[in-house]
C-alpha cells in the first residue's frame, strides 16, 4: 500500500491578544507560540480535544497554507501535553498532517526512540482513516530525536525499518526526509537545508539502496521550498524539478520523484485543480512524467482539500486516463488495481 504526502511548509503567524472564554465568530488566534499553548490547553481542557480542533479549523481557515500548518503543529503538541498518547485520535489529514507531526514528536521525546513500536501500533488502533498519515508524523519525530546530520538520517531510516505496516515511500521514511530537510519540528529555530557544492541529489547519493526509493520521492518538497528561496516561480521550479528527477539512476526511481512533486505541487496552487495540472504539465515533456505528477496530485487534492482531484485526469484518455482515476478518486487504497501502461 502506498500513501502519497503533501507538501510541509514553515510559516509565522500574526494574530491579536485573544482570552479563554467560548470563542465567538470574531475570535483570532494569540500571537506566539506560548500564548497559544495556553489558550489550546484551556480549550482542550473546557471542550475536549476533538471539538478544539474544530475551533482551530475555523479560526484558521483563511491563513496560509504554511500558516495553517505552523498554527496546527501548536495545537498538536498541546493536545499531547493535555491528554496524553489517547488523545493521537483527534488528529487527522488536515493542514498537511501537522497535528499528527507535533503529537508524535513530542511524544517520542518524551517517551524516548524505544517507543516508536507501541507508538506505532496506537497509529493503526486509534487511526482508522489514516494510519499512514499518523506514521508520517513518527518518522519526523524520529529525526527530530537522533539530530540533523547524515548519521542521524541513517539511525532514524532504520528505525522506521523496525516498524510493522511500514511503506515503503511515504509513511515513516517520508516523515524522515522531510524533517530532515525542513525541520518543522524545530519550530522558528528550524531552517531549510542548505545546498552544497549544487549538490541536488543529496542525500539521495549517498543513503542505503533500499532507502533510495523514498528518498527521491521526498525530494522534490526540499527542491521546490529552496528554488522558491531563490524566487523561482512554480513554473521555472517545475521546469527544473522535471529535469532533477530524470538524473536518478533508473526509471523507477525517476518515478518515485515524479510522484512526489504530484504530492506537493498543490499547495503551490492552493490545492486549485486546473493550476495544478498545468505544473504537471510543465514539468516534462514526457506524458508519462506529466501522468505520474496528475495522478499524485490529483490524490493529494481529493484527500486533502474540498477541491476535485480528478480534474487532473482531464484531457487524458485510454489507460492513462484509467491510471489518472484510480489515483484521483482514491481507488488505489481500496484495492483497485493500475493499468499496465
Known sequence: MKHFIPLIL????????????PPTAQA????GRVAQQHYWEERIKTVGGAAAYEELAGLIANFSVSQQHQATH????????TLGINGLAVCDTRFNYACY???????????????????????????KTSPLACQHGIGHGA???FGYDEPALKQALDTCKSLPFRDEIGGCYNGVYMEYSLQTMLAEEGTTRELVDDNWLAPCDSVDE?????????????????MRSMQHTSEQNAVQIGKLCTQFKSAAISKRCFD??????PSDKN???????????AVSDNKLYQLYCKASAGNAITTSSKQDGTLLCDGLTDTYLEYCMVYATNEIYHGKKLPQL
Do not use: M
Open 271 to 281: 490545492f486549485d485543480p486546473l493550476l495544478t495540472r498545468e505544473l504537471c504539465n
Open 143 to 145: 529525526l527530530s530525536y
Open 28 to 31: 483570532t488566534l494569540p500571537n
Open 10 to 21: 514553515v510559516g509565522f503567524l500574526a494574530g491579536a491578544v485573544i482570552f479563554i472564554a
Open 74 to 81: 501548536i495545537f498538536g503538541g498541546t493536545l499531547y501535553q
Open 260 to 265: 512526489g512533486y504530484g504530492v506537493i505541487v
Open 210 to 226: 533500499e532507502y533510495l526509493s523514498a528518498c527521491a520521492y521526498s525530494q522534490p518538497q526540499w527542491w521546490n521550498v529552496t
Open 101 to 127: 507531526h507535533e503529537f508524535l514528536g513530542q511524544a517520542i521525546s518524551d517517551l524516548g526512540i524505544s517507543s516508536v513500536i507501541d507508538l506505532n501500533q496506537k497509529c493503526f488502533d486509534l487511526v
